[in-house]
């Protein structure tokens, strides 16, 4: 089933050529709507072949199919508004200084988008999922290198997209589909592809980032790595709902078996009876929680190893001991070490690392100087979330100067609440500072879709020459701005 060099070259070569079916925005609106009509109808189908490949269950995956289709129907509608075209024009000023000619500046597709699929998200960070559907909204034909954990859902929403594609006249080369690891590298070598978007582990990820920025014209690789989501718990919110604060941590920790890729994988809470209580809520929930499967085999045998190797670390305990909950199973568990040990380099950094699954670690800090320390050596994230007392939120204490210090450190930065929950929306942003993302953009929300775009001014063109999104008229109706005033 892996695709050789040579498919790989015909898919992307047929791509390529699908690129003026995408040149109307009105088809392009509609091919992602169908697209969504057509993955809802098939939704059964889809589920149950979802279902057998990764045992998410058929609740949460019915959920994640009507997340991608309505994240289809966002974009559609984002499409059909044209805001992302971002159009500027400018008339000639001649008393300016320096003098401005006629400018018109607008956005334009980069061309075939190469998308590297899930593990976890085998609808929603797959085939059809936001790397392709914001790619697809920009004018972007998509070849999708399928994920190795769910290939036989892959070719089935495939069929499904193309199906839709059908129905507006669009090529079934806008959606090529490849299987294979020297598949997944053929890709980014390719130099009809243009951009690249990836989610999956640091190491696969940087070594596509390094294809895609040595080739003899590099791309853009849009990618997210890994993320330890840092979750910051005050004394004062310990003291005032530190039960509901282990509660909600066990849910977040554990929810989808911690396959998520913002799960919290490291807890600042205080060496104090206020954090004392927090823990043994947090133990009670964790313990209440049943096994789980992991996506893979691979993945269960790295979480095991990953577990066993920050246990054996100097003052890490285990409070509720992660590992195998059957023969495919795996329990849920966190780990506990001195704050202290974390704000020095050594083998501690290791607690720093993401580990994939149900587990997290528990820091217990003493003072403010090693919350400090320990967020100093942090790297990059999707989120950073702080937990305040009612008063700390309302602006009193060090509320506003916590959230001032994580924000450097993520791209969300949540206030008592708990990262896993993505919503798709137009303020959303899904990224942050590498490892958590190779660049500064968003693979979820309507700003996605800017990754797959890039401008281009046109000065001193004939209006007869230009396209009609930058003529004068605006027979589109496009939002601009002109000559410095913004249009709706």
Known sequence: MEATAQEVDAAVRAAHAAREALTDRTVRAAFLRSAADELEAARDRLVEAADAETALGPVRLTGELARTCYQLRAFAGIVEEGAFLDVVIDHPDDTATP??????RYKIPLGVVAVYSASNFPFAFSVAGGDTASALAAGCPVVVKAHPDHPALSELVAKVIRRAAARHQVPDGVLGLVHGFDAGIE??????????????????????FDEAAARPVPIPFHGELGSLNPVLVTEAAAAERGEAIGAG???????????????PGLVLAPASAAGDALLKSL???VSDTDPGVLLDHRMRDNFLAGVTERTRLPEVESPVTAGAGGEHTVSAGFLTVPAE?????GAHDLLLEECFGPVTVVARYT?????????????????ATVHLSSEEAAGQGRGAELVRELTPL???????????GVAVAPAQHHGGPYPATTSTSTSVGGTAIERWLRPVVYQGAPEALLPPELKDDNPLGLPRRFNGRLEH
């Open 249 to 263: 941590l066990a849910g977040s920790m554990t929810l989808g078996v911690g396959q998520f890729c913002v799960k």
């Open 283 to 285: 133990t009670d929930a």
């Open 187 to 208: 890709l980014i070598r390719h130099p009809m592809v243009a951009a690249a978007g990836f989610t999956g582990s640091v190491r696969g990820g940087r070594a596509l």
């Open 341 to 345: 040990r974390l704000t020095r380099e």
């Open 99 to 104: 003098p401005v000619p006629d400018l018109r």
């Open 367 to 383: 003072d403010e100087a090693e919350v400090r320390a320990v967020l100093s050596r942090l790297p990059g994230n999707l989120t």
């Open 410 to 420: 993520a791209g969300r930065v949540l206030v008592n609440g708990w990262p896993t």
